[in-house]
C-alpha cells in the first residue's frame, strides 16, 4: 500500500458485478489499469472484489484535472459504455481530497 500527498484526489468506484462475460470483463479491467497507469497525473490504484461481484477500486491523482481527463479518456469512456451495457448492475462513484494519508506496518 502506498501513501498519497495531501490535496491529492481519490476516485472511489464502487461496482455490483453482473454474470455476464467474465472473461471479457477480466481483459477489459486488466486494460484499463494499464492504460490508466499511463496517464498524467496517476498516483496508483487499490482495488478488491467479493465473492457476490461487489468491487471497489480506487485510483489516485495528483490533482482534479488529472482524474477529469481519465474519466474523459476516450478508451475510458467507451468500455465504461460496455460495463453499463453488460458488466455492471449499478455502481457509484466517489471524487475525493486526501487530507491525510497514513499508514501502519507490522
Not at 502506498?2 to 471479457?24: H, K, M, W
Not at 472484489?49 to 468491487?55: E, F, N
Request: with cysteine.
Amino acid at each position: 500500500m502506498n501513501l498519497y500527498p495531501p490535496g491529492s484526489i481519490a476516485v472511489i468506484f464502487c461496482a455490483q458485478r453482473t454474470q455476464n462475460d467474465d472473461e471479457s470483463y477480466s481483459a477489459a479491467a486488466d486494460a484499463m489499469s494499464d492504460l490508466a497507469a499511463q496517464q498524467p497525473g496517476y498516483l496508483g490504484q487499490e482495488s478488491a472484489r467479493s465473492a457476490d461481484g461487489l468491487g471497489i477500486t480506487v485510483s489516485y491523482w495528483e490533482d482534479d484535472m488529472s482524474a477529469k481527463t481519465w474519466r474523459d479518456h476516450p478508451e475510458h469512456s467507451a468500455i465504461r459504455e460496455q460495463g453499463r451495457g453488460k458488466w455492471y448492475a449499478g455502481y457509484t462513484l466517489h471524487v475525493t481530497r486526501i487530507e491525510r494519508s497514513y499508514d501502519w506496518i507490522k
